[in-house]
């Protein structure tokens, strides 16, 4: 054990010596720049423009990073190119220096007019970018068309001792009143873009994300005696027991949308609409209570607890679904960043289809075999929890954050 301390203490060590001496040699090569564009300056001065340009092409010949110093040379290059009429050149060494930074400006009182007339027709725009980022989601639960009718589970001749009501034929439950709750979840996402002028741009992503919610029920029992001829209907019994279920749902979606900004420099303000593709990929109930007692925890021979795994119920769930989307966002530029941007969005999306695969009546309007797993899993939720999905959707507001990685091109006004 003590030798594989010694060995990670040497392998920290060495990492953080090999990350000083490259810091170190990337500190030099940078003060090494900057010296030349020093002697470059006095040469300019001189009027020696020749030779101020073999010295900063020979000093940036084996400098890479030290983005201030590249583009400060690269700026003077470009004023040098123009002074000796090599106009292609000096656009070209320009056109870097608003690579590097995009909000560069020269000194109005330093510079040449005939450099500052040069450099206001070049303009640095987004070309493309991609922001990695975290999300935060507030679902929005709602059920347009609740099911309050009698939902009934046909119950087969070899479940009958299963009938906890003593009714060989049938049994059913009825849901008087139900309660959605909204719950706050988390996701990951990355967002592309390219922009269509300095304005517009078109996006697209992929996102994962969690969705939770919670659904409370007073239920009722009544019971239907199936006969062909006369079927008797039974009236409802209350039973004044909640159902409490919470269920949360992974989804994979990928969203496109049209992205307006406004400002410029440091802080953007952007308008957004869009749709997205949503795929679900899991829906289980993590939460399952009826009449106070948890369902999802059991006690063993020992008389200790055990916590049971969630109840899938992704089968009962519609997988496939779209939805549209508003929001707005900012992005904000650090003080230490050229290119790059923090950015916060926002967004209400609206599902266009519900969640759920009819209700838990039996045999449903598909005439679905009663044996399918599907049908299997809703008489099991049925006889043991008493539940049955209301048709609902799942709106949500989702707040992000990300690091927009921006990549320009230089625009001539000419």
Request: hydrophobic share 35%.
């Amino acid at each position: 054990m003590r030798a594989i301390y010694l060995l990670l203490l040497a392998f920290v060590v060495t990492i953080g010596a090999t990350t000083n001496v490259y810091s170190q040699k990337k500190r030099d090569k940078c003060a090494f720049l900057k010296e030349g564009i020093k002697t470059a300056e006095r040469y300019y001065i001189d009027g020696d423009l020749e030779r101020a340009i073999d010295v900063l092409e020979l000093r940036m010949e084996d400098v890479s990073g030290c983005s201030d110093e590249r583009r400060d040379a690269l700026s003077l290059l470009s004023k040098l190119y123009l002074l000796t009429n090599e106009d292609q050149k000096a656009e070209e060494e320009y056109t870097k220096a608003l690579k590097i930074d995009p909000s560069f400006k020269l000194n109005k009182e330093l510079e040449p007019t005939d450099m500052l007339y040069f450099a206001k027709n070049y303009r640095a725009i987004p070309r493309w970018s991609y922001t990695p980022q975290i999300n935060y989601l507030q679902t929005i639960m709602y059920a347009p068309s609740q099911i309050h009718s009698i939902e009934a589970a046909y119950v087969p001749t070899n479940q009958a001792n299963d009938d906890p009501f003593g009714f060989e034929d049938s049994i059913a439950f009825s849901n008087i009143t139900t309660r959605y709750d909204g719950y706050t979840s988390f996701g990951l996402g990355v967002r592309g873009s390219f922009y269509l002028n300095r304005f517009f741009e078109f996006s697209g992503g992929v996102a994962l994300n969690n969705k939770r919610f919670g659904i409370e029920k007073n239920t009722s029992n009544s019971r239907t005696v199936l006969d062909q001829v006369n079927p008797i209907s039974l009236t409802p019994i209350p039973t004044n027991e909640d159902l409490v279920i919470q269920e949360s749902q992974m989804w994979l979606t990928l969203p496109v949308m049209l992205r307006l900004n406004l400002g410029k420099d440091r802080f953007i303000y952007s308008f957004h609409i869009g749709a997205e593709r949503n795929q679900l990929l899991r829906a289980r109930f993590t939460g399952a209570r009826r009449g106070g007692v948890d369902l999802l925890v059991n006690e063993d021979d020992n008389g200790q607890l055990e916590i049971l795994e969630p109840i899938n119920v992704t089968s009962l769930r519609e997988r496939n679904h779209w939805s549209l989307f508003a929001g707005m966002g900012l992005k904000f530029r650090p003080v230490n960043s050229k290119r790059n941007y923090i950015s916060f969005d926002m967004k209400y999306a609206q599902y266009r289809y519900f969640l759920t695969q009819g209700t838990a009546t039996y045999p449903n309007e598909q005439n679905e075999d009663l044996s399918s797993e599907r049908n299997t899993l809703r008489q099991k939720l049925l006889f043991q929890l008493g539940y049955s999905d209301d048709n609902f959707a799942l709106d949500y507001v989702q707040f992000s954050l990300g690091y927009t990685f921006t990549f320009y091109r230089v625009k001539n006004k000419k």
